[in-house]
């Protein structure tokens, strides 16, 4: 074996996570090699060209808006705006449409927000001034747990959570309602207006809305109402190709088309991973930043965790909210405008620019009946965003992009998505007519994708977007699932990180931050690896380098 062969942490998966544990762990001085499966870098954080017929059209074939990145220190720390991050704020983040041409936009100022509120509804704007209260005392109270580990939290967010939890007293039982209240409980004990509810029924829809301890989705407000919500300048993929280029600036290395097949075991320890085709690599450790249900169930040999332990990883949820993913995306040859809807505003907003989205409240309800029936919904609620509006540069001259997403369809379809793909995307195309006009004439070409073309695009068993389904009862110290949240596992030399790890999903970077402190905390200071997985073994003290 050479030299090359090993590193002092093999990283796998480049999505954005990967890579921030993989740019922070180089910044330290360790040798990282990072493996990815796909062609090119950034898993659901990309910007690729994908119609041949349409070579200048750039599409984000994953996520695109980022609110939680913004309450990070990622981009300071790794000095990200040098390696060519540029953020575009997206405000208002959110514009919820009536058909005949009214909006209420939601903005980074929630008096702001309010203001729009009254127009339709002067209850509902004093309720979403409280509700907007609240959720800035739940974001204060649950920010810092959320960037921190989830066992083992500072004592300066633990204690930091005492004053506040004082000065937010009166928030405390609302909060309580909201973090254990169904999404549609919530929306209705709050608020009448039906704009106001439909708009706060597509914000964002990560499980049935109908169960408890699903309404704190709409969390995601009041995170926006503090950090502002961005999206990156040239498209998604700027994230991880900044991220890509601290890494090697530190010398770290990447190899694309390198999918990792089995991880290496011996005497129970973890020592590097064999690639697809056979060539194996050894390191001191290995992260797996792919969804933790490949890295425990598919990669891990059977027999190394213990059985309880194995048993337990192969039931991590990844479809069980009854839910998957449409995503489609549309080149355009001309530019679409939401005409009817600019109209009737009288700011000078221009539609074009946020995410918008204009299913009613009852078409979301009767979605998620039937999705969670695996039943494909008569008309599939979504949010589209024409990104070429705030950055012209994703297309060529006078031409646009369009993105699209639905998180309600069926994870489990009784007529299999091969049998409606393209149905529904024409069904999608003439809802978006009814928005966009002219957008029938306009199009180039559209890619119509649900979970079985995300799970073999992205490597994602369910083509999960977060990985581990988003139940209430998954996040911190059950993320991916009890004993497996630590990012260090009871496996010597195996760590997690990534999606299915705490806090969550989404763009945010902060599974893999988390990560890649758990790993430098237990190497210990200096340039010694003194990691409590080592330890186990005996190979108390690991030289890097
Ligand atoms: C259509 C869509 C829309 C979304 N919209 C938003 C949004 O607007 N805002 C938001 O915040 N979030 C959004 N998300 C979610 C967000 O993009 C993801 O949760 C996040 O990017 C996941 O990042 P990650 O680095 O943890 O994992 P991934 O990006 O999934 O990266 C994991 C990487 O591991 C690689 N891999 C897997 N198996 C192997 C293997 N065996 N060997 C080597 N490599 C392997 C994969 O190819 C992938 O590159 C969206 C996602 C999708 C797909």
Not at 395 to 405: E, V
Not at 496 to 510: F, N, Q, R
Request: hydrophobic share 40%; charged share 20%.
């Amino acid at each position: 074996m050479s030299a090359t062969n090993h590193s002092d942490a093999i990283v796998i998966g480049a999505g954005h996570n990967g890579l921030t544990t993989a740019a922070y762990l180089a910044k330290a001085g360790l040798d990282v090699q990072v493996f990815e499966a796909y062609e090119s870098i950034g898993g659901m954080l990309t910007a690729n060209a994908i119609f041949p017929e349409a070579p200048g059209h750039v599409f984000s074939e994953g996520g695109i808006q980022a609110s939680l990145f913004r309450a990070t220190t990622i981009e300071r720390d790794l000095d990200l705006q040098r390696y060519g991050l540029k953020q575009l704020i997206a405000d208002p983040f959110h514009v919820h449409l009536e058909p005949e041409g009214p909006s209420l936009a939601f903005w980074k100022d929630p008096v702001k927000t309010a203001e729009e509120i009254r127009y339709f509804s002067p209850k509902d704007a004093d309720a979403y001034l409280r509700f907007a209260r609240m959720l800035d005392a739940g974001v204060s109270l649950a920010l810092p747990y959320l960037t921190d580990h989830p066992l083992r939290p500072r004592p300066r967010t633990v204690l930091g959570m005492i004053p506040k939890a004082v000065r937010h007293r009166k928030e405390i039982q609302p909060l309580i309602r909201f973090f254990t209240g169904g999404h549609t409980d919530l929306i209705v004990e709050w608020f009448e207006h039906p704009l106001v509810r439909a708009a706060l029924a597509s914000m964002p829809p990560f499980c049935w809305m109908r169960y408890d301890g699903t309404g704190w989705a709409l969390i995601y407000l009041g995170i926006c109402h503090r950090t502002n919500s961005a999206r990156f300048q040239g498209g998604s993929g700027s994230l991880p190709r900044a991220l890509a280029a601290c890494l090697e600036a530190h010398g770290g290395r990447i190899r694309t088309s390198a999918r990792v097949e089995e991880l290496l075991v011996r005497d129970g320890t973890v020592t590097g991973v064999r690639l697809e085709g056979g060539e194996e690599f050894t390191s001191t450790i290995v992260v797996g930043a792919c969804s933790p249900t490949v890295t425990l169930n598919q990669l891990l040999p059977e027999g190394v965790l213990p059985d309880q332990m194995e048993r337990r990883a192969s039931m991590i949820p990844s479809q069980n909210t009854g839910a998957g993913n449409l995503k489609i995306d549309i080149a355009l040859k001309g530019r679409i405008t939401p005409t009817r809807h600019n109209a009737w505003r009288k700011d000078g907003l221009d539609l074009r620019d946020p995410i918008i989205s204009w299913h009613t409240y009852d078409e979301h309800i009767d979605a998620w009946d039937d999705a969670v029936g695996g039943r494909w919904p008569e008309r599939i609620p979504f949010i589209s965003i024409v990104p070429t509006s705030i950055d012209p540069t994703q297309a060529p001259d006078g031409q646009d992009t369009l993105w699209l997403w639905s998180g309600i369809i069926p994870s489990r379809p009784q007529e299999p998505w091969e049998d409606v793909r393209d149905e529904i995307g024409r069904k999608v195309l003439a809802d978006l007519g009814s928005v966009y006009d002219g957008i029938e004439d306009l199009v180039i070409n559209q890619r119509t994708y649900a979970a079985p073309d995300l799970e073999e695009r992205f490597f994602v068993p369910g083509g999960n977007v977060y990985h581990v389904d988003p139940f209430a009862l998954r996040f911190g110290p059950f993320r991916p699932a009890p004993g497996f949240s630590s990012y260090d596992t009871q496996v010597p030399g195996l760590f997690l990180t990534g999606a299915g790890t705490h806090p969550t999903g989404g763009i945010a970077g902060i599974p893999g931050q988390l990560a890649a402190q758990r790993i430098l905390k237990l190497a210990g200071k200096g340039d010694t690896l003194t990691a409590r997985a080592l330890r186990r073994t005996g190979r108390e003290k690991v030289k890097l380098g």
